[in-house]
C-alpha cells in the first residue's frame, strides 16, 4: 500500500510517518479494513485485556486521527492534518475511518495517561510552533532556553514524535520518547534523532510548545446528547401545557440568549428530528447548560403560577432522574421536587 506524502501543516513531517510514544502494542500497524472497529471498541468495555490506557492512530490518505482511550473505553479524538490540528467527535472520527477504510491503516498503542492528555492538547491548545535549522538543529535548545519557555515541547524526528517537559526553557525531567531504547540517556537519545537517515539526508524535523496540561477530557457521547435534548424538549412540552403557544418562543429566546455562555446549549435545542451538529462537548456542559435555561425558563412559569416548577420538572424528567441526580441538576435548581 502506498504511504500518502500529506505533509503536516507548516512542517517537512508526512502524515503517513508520525509515530508516537508507546508503552505496550495492542494492532501493530495494520491495513485499516482488516479491523472490525465495532468490536475494537467493545472489546475494552467486556474484556478485562483490553480495558487500558491508550490511543489509535488511524493513517488516512489526508490525516492523521488520534482516537484516546481511558480504562479501554474511547474519550476523545483528534485530527491532524495539512491544514492544521484540531479536536474532534469520537462519532466523526470513526465515520472519517470507515470511509476510508480500503486506503487507511490503523495502529492501537497503550500509553501513560499523561502522554495522552500531552498528545491531546497538542491539538486542542493553539500550539506554538518553533523554526528547526536542518543543518544544526541542536540550536533549537539554547534558543529555548533563551527564551525561557515552559510548556511541552513536541519533537518530531523523521515522523518519530517526542514530548519533552520544559521550565524556563530547560527540561523538566519529563518526557515521552518514541522508540528510545531502554538504557539509553535523554540527551544521547536526542543527539540520535538529528542524525543522518538512509538517505544521507537530515531528517524531516518540527517543532512546537504548547502548555502542560495532565487532564485528558471526556466527550459526552451521542447517546448523552440526545439525552438531554429529549430532557430539554420535555421541559418545553410540560411548560406548553401549561401556556399554549408561549413555551417555544420563551424557550427559544432563552437559549438565543445562553449561547454565548453555554455552547453546548446549541445542541439541546436543536428540533427533534433533525440531525444536530457535529460539536465536542464535555457532559458537565450539557448539565450546566440544561440547568441555567431551565432556571429561566421556570423563574418565568414561577412567576405567573406560583408552585409550577416542581411540577413540570417532576413530570418532564421522571425517567431521567437519576441521571440529572449524578449529574448536579436539581441541586442547583431553587425547587425541591420530590417523587
Sequence with gaps: M?????????SPVRLADLEFPRA?????????AFIHLDNLLAWGKRDRDGRVDGYIAAYLPDECLLLFFRNGEAVSAAS????GRQVITITEALRRMRLEAERGELAYWGAPMEQLAWMYHSCAAPAQPHSVDAADPATLFP???QEQVSGVLELIAGGRVSYLRLEQGRYAGAG??????DGM????????LFRAGESGGPPALS??????????????????????REIYWRIVDEVEREFPGEARRRAQRITAGLADTHRAIALLSVPRGAEAPDAVVRPEELSHALTDWALQLLEGVEVMMPGTAPEILREATREHRYLL?????YGRLPWRVTW
Excluded: W
Design 2 to 10: 502506498r504511504a500518502s506524502a500529506a505533509r503536516l501543516m507548516n
Design 24 to 32: 505496550k502494542g495492542l494492532i501493530h500497524r495494520t491495513r485499516l
Design 80 to 83: 491532524l492534518h495539512t491544514a
Design 143 to 145: 534558543t529555548l532556553q
Design 176 to 181: 515521552y520518547y518514541c522508540d528510545k531504547p
Design 185 to 192: 540517556s535523554v540527551s544521547h537519545y536526542l543527539e540520535s
Design 207 to 228: 517543532a512546537a510548545m504548547f502548555p502542560a496540561v495532565a487532564d485528558l477530557p471526556q466527550q459526552a457521547p451521542d447517546a448523552l446528547v440526545n439525552t438531554y
Design 325 to 329: 441526580q449524578s449529574a448536579g441538576f
